[in-house]
């Protein structure tokens, strides 16, 4: 409960780049996540480009971060019931 509470919404960044193994760390952590059947449908690109940061941020605050990591769920590679691909829910579950 302590963590829900503390949790809080970051809109501001200090241009420092990131270690290359704080990402690695990161991406670890999400390639542990469970998934439908271990099929772990998620890629991960991960943008330090300034330049590409601004043309693929939806907001001018996330542009200004400096790794964006974008999540990519693929619904061929993800498990299926009852007519519904698992892909969204499994994708979410390896970003929080």
């Known amino acids: 409960m302590e ?11 200090k241009p420092d780049k990131v270690p290359k193994a ?4 990161v991406l670890e ?4 996540a469970p998934s439908w059947a271990n ?3 998620w890629r991960y690109i991960v943008v330090t480009d300034e330049e590409m940061r601004k043309k693929i941020a939806l907001t001018e605050w996330t542009a200004k971060a400096p790794v964006i990591i974008v999540g990519c769920g693929d619904p ?3 498990g299926n019931r009852d007519g519904k691909t698992y892909y969204m829910l499994d994708m979410g579950i390896s970003i929080v």
Do not use: G, N, T
């Open 29 to 32: 952590a999400a390639r542990l």
């Open 3 to 13: 963590v829900v509470r503390r949790r809080r919404s970051v809109r501001k960044y």
């Open 39 to 41: 099929r772990q449908c």
């Open 22 to 25: 704080e990402i690695e760390y």
């Open 76 to 78: 061929v590679k993800a």
